[in-house]
């Protein structure tokens, strides 16, 4: 695959940044693009500067009052414009979001067509965020309207770009709120694409910028005292850094952080559909997802069976470049190579147990790329760093228990709290556990389901605030009240 490999898609008129409606080459650090599967350079964009992070936050406060005044059936046609314009460029996107994220094709279509879907679902709530009345009297009327609640800054991942930008900035322009969205360093290509495509659809100017840069210009962007909200979507650790930087402004902020999802299985489970949801679930895009369920916790009785099961499933797994399609692409970078590897080696050293993979793969077709095979360590003990920190790679730990509390006490086990599964038959086991598992999300008899239009978030170390479905569209309205105080009628 890497012998003469020809990409499907044209860079050359992509600007590194999108301010004020125009296109812009960047003012800093120039950084090469590098395919995970092929390692090789495919593209170069360049930072934004300190003054073009101040001037994307001008242009956004600049253009909240139209767009704040635009009416409401007109943003919902603009987004929903913009929905058709990513629908219809879905090819050459998933292409770029496939070797830029080094994720299989079919995986980073279905992220392409979620962002389309995002600008649709919210295109449908912009007429519908109505205000209420209060009864206060007859001699006083309240009520409350839902305005936008300003500049909004969107600082977004390296694994899911195109998909966690329209989650944000979706809801954001409905509100009619305005936007200036940092993709992370390893990954802007789709978020520059879709500012442009923002800017055919009819975004006014300056509605909808996007600039790229590491740490240095999220942090900037964050405490910027034109932004209102900041959402960010990453690391706890860096997630701790966003929310200091807001704290300048004050400006609101909706995190969604790590996770050590655990997915609890029952005897009396199907093992074959939990063996397919556990290894889905850690599995998916190399495991480099913060909802992956990489903690399987089960009952004494059924483990080996279980294990056995997904065991075979991971040996299984097709590895490859990601436009062959594949079932698992490479890890996203050499510095997340190191800590997946630093896990298991750890891991290995401890004399955990490894019942498959736990080494390099080595893909053929793609001799240099960064593939790590599927990997699952059995038993493990709860105090283990690898069955407490979140590694983001294709590493499943798998831990027994006997009754219910002991495996309620093991869910809740770590700083965590994403999401949860369970396996089971009993709809008693199954509404406990939903009640009492610290997570903001619970998937019963099916691990990562539901779509885009249920609430997602996490409690504890994963983070603050919701976002999908109406929920979604809370921090990016402001609530005014107001009390009009009229008197008797003479």
């Not at 479905?469 to 009240?481: D, H, M, T």
Request: hydrophobic share 45%; charged share 20%.
């Amino acid at each position: 695959m890497t012998a003469g490999l020809q990409y499907p898609f044209d860079l050359g008129s992509l600007p590194d940044a999108v301010i004020g409606g125009i296109g812009h080459a960047g003012g800093g650090l120039s950084r090469q693009l590098v395919d995970p599967a092929a390692r090789i350079s495919f593209a170069e964009v360049r930072d934004a500067s300190l003054a073009q992070v101040d001037h994307s936050a001008f242009a956004a406060q600049t253009a909240l009052r139209l767009w704040a005044d635009t009416p409401p059936a007109r943003r919902a046609q603009v987004l929903m414009a913009l929905a058709d314009l990513i629908a219809s460029q879905a090819d050459e996107l998933t292409a770029v979001e496939c070797v830029n994220v080094g994720k299989p094709l079919s995986q980073a279509r279905r992220d392409v067509l979620r962002a389309a879907e995002y600008f649709r679902f919210y295109a449908g709530a912009c007429d519908k965020l109505n205000g209420d009345t209060i009864p206060l009297g007859p001699d006083q009327t309240a009520m409350t309207l839902l305005q936008p609640v300003g500049v909004t800054a969107h600082i977004l991942p390296w694994n899911y770009p195109i998909s966690t930008l329209a989650r944000g900035v979706a809801p954001a322009l409905a509100a009619g709120a305005t936007v200036v969205a940092k993709p992370s360093e390893l990954t802007p290509l789709s978020t520059l694409m879709v500012a442009k495509l923002a800017l055919e659809a009819g975004v006014p100017d300056g509605a909808f910028n996007a600039i790229c840069g590491a740490g240095e210009v999220g942090e900037a962007l964050a405490a910027h005292p034109n932004v209102a909200h900041v959402t960010f979507t990453g690391s706890t650790e860096t997630g701790r850094r966003v929310m200091q930087a807001a704290s300048g402004p004050v400006a609101g902020v909706t995190l969604e952080l790590g996770g050590k999802s655990p997915v609890m299985v029952w005897p009396d489970a199907d093992l074959d559909a939990a063996a397919e949801g556990v290894a889905r679930g850690i599995f998916f895009n190399a495991g480099q997802v913060c909802a992956a369920g990489s903690r399987l916790l089960c009952h004494a009785d059924i483990h080996d069976a279980l294990v056995d099961r997904v065991v075979q499933r991971a040996r299984a797994m097709t590895m490859g470049h990601g436009l062959t399609d594949p079932d698992l692409g490479p890890l996203i970078s050499e510095a997340q190579f190191a800590r997946v590897e630093g896990f298991v080696s750890r891991a290995m050293a401890d004399g955990l147990t490894c019942a498959t993979g736990g080494q390099r793969a080595h893909v053929p077709d793609c001799p240099q790329g960064l593939f790590y095979e599927p990997t699952v360590f059995t038993r493990v003990p709860e105090t283990c760093d690898i069955a407490q920190v979140e590694v983001f790679g294709p590493v499943l730990i798998t831990q027994t228990f006997e009754t219910e509390e002991d495996a309620l006490r093991l869910a809740n086990g770590t700083p965590f709290g994403l999401v949860a599964g369970i396996y089971t038959a009993d709809a008693g086991h199954a509404m406990r556990f939903a009640r009492r598992v610290e997570a903001g999300q619970v998937f019963v008899n099916g691990f990562l389901q539901g779509g885009d239009t249920v609430p997602f978030g996490g409690v504890k170390h994963s983070g603050i605030g919701r976002e999908k479905g109406v929920s979604g569209l809370r921090a990016y309205l402001a609530e005014k009240s107001i009390v009009l105080s009229h008197g008797e009628l003479s």
